[in-house]
């Protein structure tokens, strides 16, 4: 079967390479529609349910919601594992589901479940809510928001940071959430706006009212009522909600609580009535200066730098709207990771077509070898990249690892069926009754066929125990020897099939150099001694390679251990812990602390600082 492939490539070589040509630009055109990403999906498909309990200790969140929430979701189907959390006034559970699980199937049989048991809350507890479906590293893009004093004075009114938020939340946040791919935007520190009723003591015990009478006025002056029907003898006229709500402070203090003898008893009377700052369960700066911390993440799936472009053009048509004393930082961004990774399979890929070109030059001083074993790179790279595509992998560090690692093999293939072509047609003129060219051309690429056989299948074993690792391991580690073994196979496939087709054209036809280049020459002889003295003392040879092998064996317990190797990724993140019942001032002082220490070092390009929790933040820390 092989021999016949190989004689149908030599025979319609002409087809065979012009289906290369063609495979080459479907490649391209693959390799431009896979996604981007910094890593593998390597988390099983979990679903992670937040309830926000203002006011609760974390024993009573545990007691009270944790439990309770653990208990429904336990014993859905697919559940592998529940895992919680709770902390004041929050508590997060985390269902993990068995692999291959759909998420979104895994979400709605969670939604029914917590429909079950929202009624056993406890009054007061806000609903359970699903966090949006994110990548495990889906963190895209942060931007630091700062009020600064402007350059000239102007008669506007300057931005603080209680209406710095208010932009945030009604503005930005819903124009990055209508791009495409984002699945969240969480926003740390600034001043929430809110309406307050500071109730005064003495003045309730005045006018004879309870706390539980301003609660019920505060809350019905800023609510909406139907409007209802109006039925006459032969029709009915439907009028449109009633809107009550409140547009100032002025329309909460006029509130009427309850009358005494004709005289209504307004909030005013028994409260101050202010617009005020939420209290604070996290918070965030840059640079030392107190700053709004927006985290964008993506959905998982999805093409990281095609999202950050999109998220790019909807922060600079907001920018356009913004007062002009708000300054807005870029102080992440994963694109530049994944970048960085691309060039270096691209300098990878450049370097190897270089140092195998002059070798080749070198050793058989003629270019069309080194143009038909060049080919077997990029075509190698792209057929691998197809079939990734196909297996339902994308682009990421694992993958462009695997596919660099390649490179320096995928030729080798290539290299031999050309080398042993071309001597065997340099043989072949020096004869006096030469053969046809063509028939040299299938002779020798049947004699080292096995051998490339063979090598691509041990490369294919010792790569085998990657694929044994299970669970995160095997999800981060088994692409990259995809990666390698699909670019090892489609080589083969190349050396058995395009390789004796270009030798058939650029060589059989050729006059061919009688003898070896100089470089071949002044190899031999420097090896030569080296394998006689290998032949006469083998004895030494393998006690040599034996003691080497044990050396190794017992330096190897010494060497270090790590997860994964250290990207060189211009990002330094410090967790920081501050005793147990630290007030989040205290944890902000700290961080601020460190941010003003580091900004006037120049290795550092910014610092910013996230302390605590923000709303919807899967990290429900203190």
């Excluded at 080749?360 to 990249?385: D, E, Q």
């Amino acid at each position: 079967m092989l021999n016949a492939l190989l004689r149908w490539s030599i025979v319609q070589r002409w087809l065979v390479v012009i289906g290369a040509i063609m495979v080459t630009v479907l490649g391209i055109y693959n390799l431009t529609q896979m996604p981007l990403d910094v890593l593998p999906d390597f988390a099983p498909p979990q679903v992670e349910i937040q309830t926000e309990a203002p006011g609760l200790a974390p024993e009573e969140v545990e007691a009270l919601i944790t439990l309770p929430l653990e208990s429904a979701v336990n014993g859905t189907p697919g559940v592998e594992t529940v895992r919680s959390s709770s902390a004041v006034g929050i508590s997060v559970v985390k269902v993990i589901f068995n692999w291959g699980t759909d998420i979104y199937q895994a979400r709605q049989l969670v939604t029914e479940r917590l429909q079950q048991v929202q009624a056993k809350l406890p009054v007061g507890v806000d609903a359970p809510q699903i966090s949006p479906v994110s990548s495990p590293i889906g963190t895209i893009l942060m931007y630091a928001l700062t009020p600064q004093t402007p350059e000239q004075p102007t008669n506007a009114p300057p931005t603080d940071l209680m209406e710095l938020r208010r932009i945030v939340d009604q503005r930005i946040t819903n124009r990055l959430l209508a791009v495409p791919g984002v699945s969240q935007v969480i926003a740390y520190g600034g001043d929430v706006r809110q309406y307050q009723v500071l109730v005064n003591p003495q003045q309730l015990q005045a006018f004879n009212v309870s706390l539980q009478e301003v609660t019920e006025a505060a809350t019905a002056a800023n609510a909406n009522a139907a409007g209802g029907f109006l039925i006459d003898r032969d029709r009915e006229t439907n009028y449109s909600e009633v809107w009550v709500g409140l547009e100032s402070v002025e329309q909460l203090q006029q509130a009427v609580i309850t009358a005494r003898n004709g005289t209504p008893i307004r909030l005013q009377d028994v409260a101050e009535v202010r617009v005020g700052a939420a209290l604070k369960r996290g918070d965030g700066s840059v640079s030392g200066e107190p700053a709004i911390i927006m985290v964008v993440n993506k959905q998982p799936g999805v093409d990281t730098p095609t999202v950050t472009r999109a998220v790019d053009e909807a922060m600079n048509s907001v920018k356009a709207g913004l007062p002009k004393d708000v300054n807005i930082t870029e102080t992440f961004r994963q694109e530049s990771f994944i970048s960085a990774a691309v060039n270096n399979v691209q300098s990878s890929l450049r370097d190897g077509i270089i140092i195998v070109s002059v070798i080749l030059l070198l050793f058989l001083m003629n270019w069309r070898t080194a143009v038909i074993t060049l080919s077997a790179i990029p075509l190698s790279i792209l057929v691998g990249m197809m079939i990734l595509n196909l297996m339902g992998q994308g682009i990421n560090t694992m993958t462009l690892g695997g596919l660099a690692v390649a490179i320096g093999s995928v030729v080798d293939d290539s290299i031999v069926d050309m080398e042993n072509a071309y001597r065997g047609l340099r043989r072949n003129q020096a004869e006096g009754n030469p053969k046809h060219p063509l028939q040299v051309v299938y002779d020798t690429s049947v004699e080292v066929r096995l051998s490339v056989i063979l090598s691509t299948v041990i490369i294919a074993v010792v790569f085998a125990p990657i694929f044994s690792l299970t669970g995160v391991e095997g999800r981060i580690f088994a692409p990259m020897g995809v990666a390698y073994l699909v670019s090892i196979l489609a080589s083969t496939l190349v050396a058995l099939t395009l390789s004796p087709a270009l030798c058939a054209f650029l060589l059989a036809n050729q006059t061919l150099r009688s003898e070896d280049t100089w470089v071949t020459r002044v190899s031999e002889r420097s090896y030569r001694p080296a394998l006689n003295f290998a032949l006469r003392h083998s004895g030494i040879v393998l006690m040599v390679a034996i003691a080497s092998f044990v050396a190794s064996l017992i330096m190897l317990p010494t060497l270090g251990r790590v997860f994964l190797p250290e990207f060189q990724e211009p990002s330094l993140v410090n967790t920081i812990l501050l005793y147990p019942g630290s007030s989040l001032e205290a944890t902000q002082q700290s961080g601020i602390a460190i941010e003003r220490a580091l900004q006037d070092d120049p290795r550092f390009g910014v610092a910013q600082l996230r302390a605590g929790r923000a709303p919807g933040d899967a990290d429900a820390g203190g």
